[in-house]
């Protein structure tokens, strides 16, 4: 009787472990493309990544880059101080977008031009997201906002 219940315990234990791990493999496999890794431009320029490749980039909008072509095109720089990018965009962009201003976008890099899926602009005069922060503040150009 005492074999019987250790027996079923450790069939219990390693159908629990079996469970877990593939649980764990199967969100795993459903979160690969979802996860989306913020770069700077000064990132990008030093280590491209692919043209496959999904990723945020953050920074400020350059000034004097900012060119609406036709139709929703849109093309413009970001910087953080120490590179800056080509970006392209087709969409309408947020109202509290302007140059010289924070953003993070999310797409691929393509022969040396970011091509845009999804533009963010900050919400506030006050708020930028921290990984834009980060960059700026390591390339030395990052400025306290006022008020």
Not at 13 to 31: D, E, H, K, N, R
Not at 90 to 115: A, C, H, I, K, R
Request: hydrophobic share 40%; aromatic share 8%.
């Amino acid at each position: 009787m005492k074999n019987l219940k250790k027996q079923r315990r450790i069939q219990v234990i390693a159908l629990a472990v079996v469970a877990l791990t593939i649980s764990t493999a199967l969100i795993g496999y459903a979160m690969r493309d979802g996860i989306n890794f913020f770069r700077a431009p000064s990132q990008i320029i030093a280590e491209p990544p692919g043209p496959t490749e999904v990723f945020r980039i953050g920074g400020l909008v350059a000034e004097g880059t900012l060119v609406r072509g036709q139709g929703e095109s849109i093309r413009f720089e970001v910087t953080d101080g120490g590179a800056s990018v080509p970006v392209v965009f087709t969409g309408v962009l947020p109202d509290l977008f302007t140059e010289n201003e924070g953003m993070v976008g999310t797409g691929s890099y393509v022969n040396g031009v970011f091509q845009a899926t999804e533009i963010l602009a900050k919400h506030d005069e006050k708020y930028m997201p921290a990984e834009v922060v980060d960059a700026l503040k390591e390339q030395g150009v990052y400025q306290e906002p006022k008020g």
